[in-house]
């Protein structure tokens, strides 16, 4: 295999991911925090979620880009209520971490 057809072949490689992919946290360089809701303030606009293995919570910025889904599905931020298990996909800058995606997972039995 010559150095051409190597490189177009990882090209394409690379471009199939970002097709296929395209939410990932990876690839946005999101990074992720389980939990479960303690609160919803929607007219400050935040969430805080709190990891019951650790005890540590964070409160999440909402914007208008932030996706709410369950099982892919999108939902409201109204469908957040205390005791909502989630993972947040989040970005940091300073001291704020902004919700970009909050997946609402199945209730713990």
């Known amino acids: 295999m010559n150095h051409s057809t190597l490189g177009f072949s990882i090209l394409v490689t690379l471009l199939f991911l970002i097709i296929m992919i395209p939410n990932s946290p ?3 360089g999101l990074d992720q925090y389980p939990g ?3 609160k919803v303030d929607t007219g400050n606009s935040y969430i805080v979620v709190m990891n019951p293995k650790t005890g540590g919570r964070f409160r999440f910025t909402i914007t208008e880009k932030t996706d709410v889904t369950e099982n892919e ?3 409201n931020i109204t469908d957040l209520v205390p005791g909502t298990p989630v ?3 989040y970005e940091q800058s300073g001291e704020q971490y902004t919700a970009r995606r909050i997946s609402i997972q ?3 039995k």
């Open 26 to 28: 990876i690839l946005a």
């Open 36 to 38: 479960v809701v303690v």
């Open 73 to 75: 599905d999108f939902k």
């Open 87 to 89: 993972i947040v996909d």
């Open 106 to 108: 199945p209730a713990s």
